[in-house]
């Protein structure tokens, strides 16, 4: 894994809210939260990261939608997380684990590499769509450029969980993706306080 550069907070949200637009599993839940603070899809679709009222709003989305900064999907985040652009190898992402969704699930239930080839086998995987992971492989093998998955570690080459992007990795770890992946990185020393890490 290579950085490529740091980033800010803000880039990190619009890339999620971005992810998560484009979406057939979570657009629904995006538009109704910009309906419902009353904000135009153009905050997500054409973003002025220079504005500091539109990275205010984009943060009440991602707190609607997934509870940003310290709720839900986030409970127990570290606000000190340091983000970053980075670069990977595919069995480096394959070497990654899904969030922890269940307290049951185990490392090894959750490892990206063991749920790839579990939906290859055909087998049912917990919160994992197989007909859309197929379509993900496909776009990916197609060549098509997917926006990055978001993941956190203590440091750079420890134990990674993804927050954002579970179908796309899935999707990368099921298919023969020799390209680098692009993703962005949360750092924190105290990341396994997050409740699903």
Known sequence: MK??????????IISFLSAEYASSRFAEGTQKALAMLGYSDDLIIQPNLKSHNENIKRAKILGLTRGWPDKYLFTSFPKNTKWFMVSLENNELCNSYRLKSDVKMTDKERKLENTARNI???????????NLITQIKTRIESGEELPPIILVAKTLHSKRVLVEGHSRSVA????????KIYAILGLSEVIDQWEYF
């Open 3 to 12: 950085i490529i550069k740091p980033i800010t907070e803000s880039e990190m």
């Open 120 to 130: 290859i086998l055909g087998k049912t995987v917990s919160n994992i769509d197989a």
């Open 172 to 179: 990368y770890c099921a298919s023969k993706n020799n390209s």
